[in-house]
């Protein structure tokens, strides 16, 4: 009897350091955050990176038998100007960099399920690779080119913002240096695509609370400014008290943890 218990014990104990539902709900913005969907290539260190796309079909699944309402960047920006309320349960799905398994993968469930979703693409690597990386650790994958990105947003189901130039760590860059990967990015992104960037997501989240940085991406031109923290950002936003949180989305992470996400901020630890 008493080690039943103590299995029971310790069984709930293992489960509450996984999954932080013990956690106080938070209100705020949620905005989820993934990069690649697909399986991760041999040799890949940011395997966590990588969601399947049967997982991520039960995410988007689970957003909309929920109630929750997807937004775009365009769609934030008129409530953010405007001042009028967001519905009660809203999301964005983002995801980061502008990955070719954007289009192949997860295009077609958002499609297919009525949902929208918006991409941070790194404006020199369309076409190209991951070239940020070090294939050692991170093998380079295709990212979408122009041509798949357009039809993605003329279907009505993704809209973009800037994620640079090329992908740097904006505080290893000098100040213009930096500038430039936030101010050119826009302006090239915006011929394009033919639309406002609204958005604007720092790399490895480098330079978001570097005030002087965080000064230039705001003077580009962007309403909105997304870091690499984890958690939920209260809403109307501050825009002077800082970037907009993430709630990044892991490869492990099943539908308890998007639960978790999205009413405490985290899932885990
Ligand atoms: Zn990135």
Same mark, same amino acid.
């Given at each position: 009897?008493?080690?039943?218990?103590?299995?029971?014990?310790?069984?709930?104990?293992?489960? *509450?350091?996984?999954?932080?539902?013990?956690? &106080?709900?938070?209100?705020?913005?949620?905005?989820?955050?993934?990069?690649?969907?697909?399986?991760?290539?041999? &040799?890949?260190?940011?395997?966590?990176?990588?969601?399947?796309?049967?997982?991520?079909?039960?995410?988007?699944? @689970?957003?909309?038998?929920?109630?929750?309402?997807?937004?775009?960047?365009?769609?934030?920006?008129?409530?953010?100007?405007?001042?009028?309320?967001?519905?009660?349960?809203?999301?964005?799905?983002?995801?980061?960099?502008? @990955?070719?398994?954007? @289009? #192949?993968?997860?295009?077609?469930?958002?499609?297919?399920?009525?949902?929208?979703?918006?991409?941070?693409?790194?404006?020199?690597?369309? $076409?190209?690779?991951?070239?940020?990386?070090?294939?050692?650790?991170?093998?380079?994958?295709?990212?979408?080119?122009?041509?798949?990105?357009?039809?993605?947003?003329?279907?009505?189901?993704?809209?973009?913002?800037?994620? #640079?130039?090329?992908?740097?760590?904006? *505080?290893?860059?000098?100040?213009?240096?930096?500038?430039?990967?936030?101010?050119?990015?826009?302006?090239?992104?915006?011929? $394009?695509?033919?639309?406002?960037?609204?958005?604007?997501?720092?790399?490895?989240?480098?330079?978001? @609370?570097?005030?002087?940085?965080?000064?230039?991406?705001?003077?580009?031109?962007? #309403?909105?400014?997304?870091?690499?923290?984890?958690?939920? #950002?209260?809403?109307?936003?501050?825009?002077?008290?800082?970037?907009?949180?993430?709630?990044?989305?892991?490869?492990?992470?099943?539908?308890?943890?998007?639960?978790?996400?999205?009413?405490?901020?985290? *899932?885990?630890?």
């Amino acid at each position: 009897m008493a080690s039943s218990i103590a299995v029971l014990v310790l069984a709930v104990l293992a489960f *509450s350091a996984r999954w932080a539902w013990w956690r &106080g709900k938070k209100p705020g913005l949620c905005v989820l955050c993934y990069h690649k969907i697909g399986v991760p290539p041999a &040799g890949s260190k940011l395997k966590d990176l990588w969601v399947s796309p049967e997982r991520f079909r039960a995410h988007v699944k @689970y957003l909309l038998d929920h109630g929750y309402t997807t937004l775009f960047f365009s769609d934030l920006k008129k409530a953010f100007d405007s001042g009028a309320e967001l519905p009660a349960k809203s999301v964005l799905i983002t995801f980061d960099d502008g @990955y070719e398994n954007n @289009y #192949t993968l997860a295009w077609p469930i958002l499609k297919e399920l009525g949902a929208k979703g918006n991409i941070f693409v790194v404006y020199n690597t369309i $076409a190209k690779a991951n070239l940020w990386h070090n294939p050692a650790s991170e093998p380079w994958v295709n990212m979408a080119t122009l041509a798949q990105l357009k039809e993605m947003q003329e279907s009505g189901v993704m809209e973009y913002g800037s994620h #640079t130039m090329n992908h740097p760590h904006l *505080s290893a860059l000098k100040l213009e240096d930096a500038a430039w990967e936030m101010e050119e990015s826009k302006r090239q992104l915006e011929a $394009a695509f033919g639309s406002e960037m609204c958005a604007f997501a720092y790399p490895y989240g480098d330079g978001a @609370y570097a005030p002087a940085i965080r000064a230039r991406a705001l003077a580009a031109g962007y #309403t909105f400014d997304f870091s690499f923290l984890q958690g939920k #950002t209260l809403w109307p936003w501050d825009r002077a008290g800082g970037p907009i949180d993430r709630l990044f989305i892991r490869r492990g992470d099943n539908n308890l943890d998007l639960a978790l996400h999205l009413s405490r901020g985290a *899932s885990r630890l």
